[in-house]
C-alpha cells in the first residue's frame, strides 16, 4: 500500500529538548516535503526537498532543520523546541511531476510546554 | 508568482444543500489544480484534481472545473452529506518548478448540519 508515514504521531515536551519526527514514503518519490496547520493559519510548508541531498527552506523555516540522505526519509529536526512551535505538523511526498498529487501522511500534534 | 486563493469558512450547510467553495489561482505557466479534503483528525487526501484547462475532475459527488479565461477551480457538490464535513484546500502545482513546487489556499471548513 502507498503510503506516507510518521512517528510519533503525538508528542509532549518541554522547551529546549531536542526531537525528531520521522517522516518515510514507500513509493520512491522524488518531492517531499513538511507543512505545519495551525488554526487561521492553513498550511505553511516549513521545508522542502527536491531529491536526495537537496533541501531548501518553505515559508517557515526557522527553529527547524531537515535532512534528505536517503530517498524514503525527511526527518524534521526541532534542535531546541519552544512553545510556538506547538502544532499539528504533517509530512509529504510526491513524483516530482507536476501532474502528481501529493501523498500526505497522518500528522504528528507536538506540544511544546 | 504562484498562489492560490479561497474563500474563506467557515461554512455552514444543511444536509441536501449545495455547495460551492472558490477557489482562484495566479500561476506564471500552465500548472495542475487540485482539491484536497481533511477529515477531523486526518492528514490531507486528494479529492479531485485536474491538469489542463476545461478539464473536470469529479469525485464521491464532488465536482471542479479548470478555467483557465477565469483562472478557477471552484469545488461543488450539488447535496451535501453531514459526512462531507471536513475542511477542504486547494492547490497549485507548478509545472516549471525550480523550487517550490505546490501552492495551496487556506483551507475553508465545512460543517454540514443535519
Known amino acids: 500500500e502507498a503510503q506516507v508515514t510518521q512517528n510519533p504521531r503525538y508528542l509532549i515536551t518541554v522547551t529546549g529538548k531536542k526531537l525528531t519526527v520521522t517522516c518515510s514514503q514507500n513509493?520512491?518519490?522524488?518531492?517531499m516535503s513538511w507543512y505545519r496547520q495551525d488554526p487561521g493559519l492553513g498550511l505553511r510548508q516549513i521545508y522542502y526537498s527536491m531529491n536526495v541531498e537537496v533541501t531548501d527552506k518553505g515559508d517557515v523555516p526557522e527553529g527547524y532543520k531537515v535532512s534528505r540522505k536517503e530517498k524514503r526519509n525527511f526527518p524534521l529536526i526541532l534542535e531546541s523546541p519552544s512553545p510556538n512551535q506547538t502544532s499539528l505538523y504533517f509530512c509529504a511526498s510526491s513524483s516530482g511531476r507536476s501532474t502528481d498529487e501529493q501523498y500526505f501522511g497522518p500528522g504528528t500534534r507536538l506540544t511544546v510546554t | 508568482g504562484n498562489s492560490v486563493t479561497q474563500m474563506e469558512g467557515p461554512v455552514t450547510l444543511s444536509e441536501e444543500a449545495f455547495l460551492t467553495i472558490n477557489c482562484t489561482y495566479t500561476?506564471?505557466?500552465?500548472?495542475?489544480l487540485f482539491w484536497y479534503v481533511q477529515y477531523p483528525g486526518e492528514g490531507l487526501q486528494l479529492l479531485l484534481k485536474?491538469?489542463?484547462?476545461?478539464d473536470k475532475g469529479s469525485n464521491k459527488g464532488f465536482e471542479a472545473t479548470y478555467r483557465k479565461e477565469t483562472t478557477s477551480f471552484h469545488l461543488e457538490k450539488g447535496s451535501v452529506q453531514v459526512s462531507d464535513s471536513a475542511v477542504y484546500f486547494c492547490?497549485?502545482?507548478?509545472?516549471?518548478?525550480?523550487?517550490?513546487?505546490?501552492?495551496f489556499g487556506t483551507g475553508t471548513s465545512l460543517t454540514v448540519i443535519p
Open positions: 485536474a491538469t489542463k484547462a476545461d
Open positions: 492547490a497549485l502545482s507548478d509545472p516549471w518548478y525550480t523550487g517550490n513546487q505546490f501552492y
Open positions: 513509493m520512491n518519490h522524488e518531492y
Open positions: 500561476a506564471t505557466g500552465y500548472p495542475s
